[in-house]
């Protein structure tokens, strides 16, 4: 007779934490915010809350508090759509507040080339709190994880600047740390590769 399997707690934990009354309230509101401005992912056309779930899924498979994960869910709410920090504060405390406003780039002078504005990003990231360093490792897994092989001209500029951003999150989660590290040094291999590859000829 086989032993019986243990259920998975840790699982179960994200599981419960993922229906708290404040995630659930974040949730609602991302995807309200985002799809108001009819926002998709890039390269898919899938509605944008697709990405605020990945990221505040794989967040919940190592830090389970709920401010943690509303924060998640709302990451990109200030940066891309009309909702301001303040509504965050007032609708989901001081917390989760400062959790958004360190994950949220700019805004930035129109007069700073790309360069001085990722500086400027990964300063800033580089006081975050641990728990939004966590969750920026999720952001660019899932942002990195097929840009190579979807995008290789974008990818040439977006993955090296992504690599360097991972030297101010090395106090994040480390298995995310480790896997946004082995998502980003495979992509640039794979770019690498089809720099050699010789051009296509008719013939």
């Known amino acids: 007779m086989e032993p019986e399997k243990q259920p998975d707690m840790h699982n179960t934990e994200s599981d419960s934490v993922m229906q708290h009354p404040l995630v659930e309230r974040a949730r609602q509101f991302a ?120 995008d290789p001209e974008f990818a040439a500029l977006y993955l090296p600047e992504k690599y360097a951003m991972l030297q101010v999150l090395k106090q994040g989660n480390p298995e995310l740390f480790d896997e946004a590290r082995q998502i980003i040094e495979e992509g640039l291999q794979q770019l690498e590769q089809l720099s050699q590859q010789p051009p296509y000829e008719d013939g």
């Open 31 to 150: 995807a309200d915010a985002h799809g108001r401005h009819e926002q998709v992912r890039r390269y898919t056309n899938e509605d944008y809350i697709v990405h605020p779930q990945a990221v505040a899924e794989r967040v919940a498979e190592y830090l389970t508090q709920p401010e943690v994960l509303a924060a998640a869910w709302l990451h990109d709410v200030v940066e891309d759509t009309d909702v301001d920090l303040e509504e965050i504060r007032v609708l989901f405390g001081d917390e989760v507040a400062l959790l958004v406003d360190q994950l949220t780039s700019g805004p930035h002078s129109k007069e700073l080339e790309r360069a001085e504005r990722k500086l400027i990003d990964r300063l800033q990231l580089e006081k975050a709190d641990i728990r939004a360093k966590t969750i920026k490792l999720a952001d660019i897994i899932d942002n990195t994880c097929t840009i190579a092989e979807r």
